[in-house]
């Protein structure tokens, strides 16, 4: 089945404590990227990849790392996460203009 | 830079009832339009799109017609179920080398009663 998967779908930590969301996909897309979701702004692109080792800031992307050293994973990491990084986080994968594959999103609380 | 408002929510409706949830944007160029549908505890899942002027998307009973003149794209379904129940975003590519980059809207709850 084609699709995206993101660890963990809840998590809770502290501020100033490194944690990483993972992402993979199995469709051979090209294209990935991480997104926030937040009430009344819809979703912001934190970053992208284009292809390995290709990465680039997107809208949002303070506070935020990636890596991309295969094609199907695409991490996202936050070194030192603060409460106003708390967001539903979610990753998508695309193969084309417009269409993009969602994973189920990562709830993040940090307190 | 690109933007994308949608009408403010939630929409509540009765089951058959007629949907219509405005969209607008703001962008250089001509970019290609979307929307995308979240259920609940899921992710999006695109709906339909278009990517030029006076095209029309459909899907699921759903469309929405790009009108270049009124920078529009409202999205539109003549009888809606519950299952139609969820959030709908609006959105828009500008293509070129960013082609899986999305700009979208604030988001529009919808929920449908029997």
């Known amino acids: 089945e084609a699709q995206v998967t993101q660890n963990p779908r809840y998590l809770i930590t502290v501020t100033g404590k490194k944690l990483t969301v993972t992402c993979s996909q199995n469709?051979?897309?090209?294209?990935m990227s991480w997104y926030r979701q937040d009430p009344g702004l819809g979703l912001r692109q934190i970053y992208y990849?284009?292809?390995?080792?290709?990465?680039d800031k997107g809208d949002v992307p303070e506070g935020y790392k990636v890596s991309r050293k295969e094609k199907r994973n695409f991490p996202l990491i936050l070194e030192s996460p603060s409460p106003n990084q708390t967001s539903l986080y979610f990753c998508?994968?695309?193969?084309?203009?417009?269409?993009?594959?969602f994973g189920s999103g990562t709830q993040l609380s940090v307190l | 830079g690109d933007s994308v408002t949608q009408m403010e929510g939630p929409v509540t409706l009765s089951e058959e009832a007629f949907l219509t949830i405005n969209c607008t944007y703001t962008?250089?160029?001509?970019?290609?339009l979307f929307w995308y549908v979240q259920y609940p505890g899921e992710g999006l899942q695109l709906l339909l799109k278009?990517?030029?002027?006076?095209d029309k998307g459909s899907n699921k009973g759903f469309e929405a017609t790009y009108r270049k003149e009124t920078t529009s794209f409202h999205l539109e379904k003549g009888s809606v179920q519950v299952s139609d129940s969820a959030v709908y975003f609006c959105?828009?590519?500008?293509?070129?080398?960013?082609?899986?980059?999305?700009?979208f809207g604030q988001g529009t709850i919808l929920t449908v009663h029997p």
């Open positions: 990849s284009m292809n390995v080792e290709v990465t």
């Open positions: 998508a994968s695309s193969p084309t203009e417009g269409k993009l594959f």
């Open positions: 962008a250089t160029g001509y970019p290609s």
């Open positions: 469709m051979n897309h090209e294209y």
């Open positions: 278009a990517t030029k002027a006076d």
């Open positions: 959105a828009l590519s500008a293509g070129g080398t960013s082609y899986g980059k999305l700009t």
